[in-house]
């Protein structure tokens, strides 16, 4: 997206995309890592206006995994970030135009069997003589999850849009059915009382 305006004009523009992951292969909790990529720039067409940038990738709670709010003041010729990439805030600041190229870390608990919800949302405004250009932007450059997971992608976009990958020795599957993702993995500790349950049927039908 691409905005400009002068003299006391104003503009903004929004962009949303959501989407959700049903995880399955596992028990209890996972974590996901994903990582995007946003680029563009804040920048003056005068003496007197300001541009900003608020992007976030939020989950279905609401709770913020990453985010990159900046701000450019065409009167001071000074601009301010601030970025929350793997769970940390981070600020720096500036003069002259502001070009973005950064890399965010994005890191969420998620639960197996769930669907996993994620929300980007970008919003960029313009106050008087500024411009923000953030043209095919926002994207997920990774995103990895837990050894033997089994992900399928609700929507039907392609696991590599995602750029999904898994951790450990790499096992894991792509789903192309919504039921493949959704049986869990038994815990260890069940394997063995089920193993050891099943000797006692054995067990009890020799004595028979």
Not at 147 to 174: C, K, L, N, P, R
Request: proline letters at 2%; one cysteine or more; glycine letters at 12%.
């Amino acid at each position: 997206m691409q905005i400009s305006s002068q003299n006391s004009a104003s503009a903004y523009a929004h962009s949303v995309w959501e989407e959700l992951y049903q995880i399955g292969g596992g028990t209890g909790t996972g974590q996901f890592t994903g990582s995007i990529h946003l680029d563009g720039t804040l920048s003056p067409l005068g003496s007197t206006g300001s541009a900003g940038l608020n992007w976030s990738l939020t989950s279905f709670s609401g709770e913020t995994v990453a985010a990159i709010y900046a701000h450019y003041d065409a009167a001071t010729n000074a601009w301010e970030k601030n970025v929350f990439s793997a769970g940390e805030w981070s600020s720096t600041s500036g003069t002259g135009l502001l070009a973005l190229n950064d890399d965010v870390v994005s890191v969420y608990s998620f639960a197996y069997g769930a669907a996993l919800y994620l929300k980007s949302d970008l919003y960029t405004w313009v106050d008087g003589n500024g411009s923000a250009d953030f043209s095919n932007t926002v994207q997920f450059t990774g995103m990895r999850l837990p050894q033997g997971a089994a992900v399928y992608v609700v929507s039907g976009a392609e696991a590599s849009d995602y750029g999904i990958s898994f951790a450990g020795d790499g096992s894991g599957t792509i789903c192309d059915t919504l039921s493949c993702a959704l049986a869990p993995v038994p815990e260890p500790s069940h394997y063995a009382l089920l193993l050891a349950g099943l000797g006692l049927i054995g067990w009890a039908t020799r004595r028979r």
